[in-house]
């Protein structure tokens, strides 16, 4: 009985707003919009405020911060010297969330 209910668990999926690829939510970083402007990563997916979500992969990080499509998604001005302390800060940090959330999988 158990096995059947956790076969049909849904799984939310959303959408890299630079390479459009859709991977589960859990997957993909969410990035908010307060309303002071300033921009955050969401690490709990719970924070107020617009949000926008972004694959791992450094393309997209690269041209979330030179191209206009992360004000875009997230409707509104952004300070651009917060955008850039974000990219500057999540950057080593690229590639692991999916390895972190492939190795918590692994273990259930």
Known sequence: MKEN???NKHVPFRSCIICNSKSPKSD?????RAESGSVVLDETGKLNGRGAYLCNESVCWEKAATTDRLPKALRGSINSGSTQKLLS??????GQKKELTTKSARRS
């Open 5 to 7: 209910n956790l076969r």
């Open 28 to 32: 993909l970083l969410r990035i908010v």
């Open 89 to 94: 800060s999540i950057q080593p940090s690229i």
